[in-house]
T-cell receptor, first 112, second 114 residues
Framework: DQQVKQNSPSLSVQEGRISILNCDYT??????FLWYKKYPAEGPTFLIS?????DKNEDGRFTVFLNKSAKHLSLHIVPSQPGDSAVYFC???????????FGGGTRVLVKP | NAGVTQTPKFRILKIGQSMTLQCTQD?????MYWYRQDPGMGLKLIYY???????DKGEVPNGYNVSRSTTEDFPLRLELAAPSQTSVYFC?????????????FGNGTRLTVT
């Protein structure tokens, strides 16, 4: 039972355009959502997060949107840059939880 | 500040051999985690620890053991290596539990069992 799903395994976008990554979850107890970015041969690094009391959080070119009723979140990258080419993981946690549950990842390729 | 350090970076094991994957962090984090990432897949939690002397199972603990004798170190032990344990293993730590405390990851150990 996959509690966090990223249904698009890959995404290709032109430099300067918007990248939209999607994530769905099933556990209604999830209270906090995070996005991680991973380059080859490196560990994932934290990118941006959002609490369930918000529907949007922005940090520079990265914005995360949360739709609690649909159990859906998305990450927008505007404008996309070649250095954004990486695998992006969505993760979720319960409010007082000890564990993070990860989705399967979306590989993003930004073409110059 | 080194963060989370994992050794070795690469290892090839024969079926039935054993090994310990080392993980150490210098951020004084209480919480530590072991994840595995299979090709094309997400991260699955093997074991985690909320402090020295306390460990708990994650989603895929079978075939592994852990210990947490100090705050800094969280080694992962494979006793009888099997081909199904071929994966990339990531150790991570964070200061506290709850959602708003991001994980800090090491760069991984790539393990092949043949």
């Amino acid at each position: 039972d996959q509690q966090v799903k990223q249904n698009s395994p890959s995404l290709s976008v032109q430099e300067g355009r918007i990248s939209i990554l999607n994530c769905d979850y099933t556990n209604s107890m999830f209270d906090y959502f995070l996005w991680y970015k991973k380059y080859p041969a490196e560990g994932p690094t934290f990118l941006i997060s959002i609490s369930s009391i918000k529907d949007k959080n922005e940090d520079g070119r990265f914005t995360v949107f949360l739709n609690k009723s649909a159990k859906h979140l998305s990450l927008h990258i505007v404008p996309s840059q070649p250095g954004d080419s990486a695998v992006y993981f969505c993760a979720a946690s319960e409010a007082a939880g000890n564990k993070l549950t990860f989705g399967g990842g979306t590989r993003v390729l930004v073409k110059p | 500040n080194a963060g989370v350090t994992q050794t070795p970076k690469f290892r090839i094991l024969k079926i039935g051999q054993s090994m310990t994957l080392q993980c150490t962090q210098d951020m004084n984090h209480n919480y530590m985690y072991w994840y595995r990432q299979d090709p094309g897949m997400g991260l699955k939690l093997i074991y985690y620890s909320v402090g020295a002397g306390i460990t708990d199972k994650g989603e895929v603990p079978n075939g592994y053991n852990v210990s947490r004798s100090t705050t800094e170190d969280f080694p992962l032990r494979l006793e009888l290596a099997a081909p199904s344990q071929t994966s990339v293993y990531f150790c991570a730590s964070r200061l506290a539990g709850g959602g708003n405390s991001p994980l800090h990851f090491g760069n991984g150990t790539r393990l092949t069992v043949t």
